[in-house]
Nanobody, 125 residues
Framework: QVQLVESGGGLVQAGGSLRLSCAAS????????MAWFRQSPEKEREFVAT????????YYGDSVKGRFTIARDNAKNTVYMQMNSLKPEDTAVYYC??????????????????WGQGTQVTVSS
């Protein structure tokens, strides 16, 4: 099992930026597919971004393409998400997730077997 701890959430005005971090422990980080999901009240958990072992392959949800960037530092066992041009509809709890057995980055929530507790992002209009 992988332990994941998110940080970096907060309150920001529309158009602003935040950077989320997720520190991982318990498994070899460089072999984990990592992802970010988000969930707002009364909505299902939504895929945001994923990154493969090497950091060279990334995928994004349509609603964040061009605004969010996922990256990883295998030496620090950490995955990041830079969020720019934030909108009120980005308001949600953001979760870090790890796939400990996969070999390719995927948008499918069911493949991720470890989850963090989430960090709240609130974007005011």
């Amino acid at each position: 099992q992988v332990q994941l701890v998110e940080s970096g959430g907060g309150l920001v005005q529309a158009g602003g930026s935040l950077r989320l971090s997720c520190a991982a422990s318990g498994r070899t980080f460089s072999r984990l597919i990592m992802a970010w999901f988000r969930q707002s009240p009364e909505k299902e958990r939504e895929f945001v971004a994923t990154i493969d072992w090497t950091g060279r392959t990334t995928y994004y949800g349509d609603s964040v393409k061009g605004r969010f960037t996922i990256a990883r530092d295998n030496a620090k066992n950490t995955v990041y998400m830079q969020m720019n041009s934030l909108k009120p509809e980005d308001t949600a709890v953001y979760y870090c997730a790890a796939d400990g057995s996969g070999t390719i980055a995927t948008m499918e929530r069911l493949f991720y077997d470890s989850w963090g507790q989430g960090t709240q992002v609130t974007v005011s209009s």
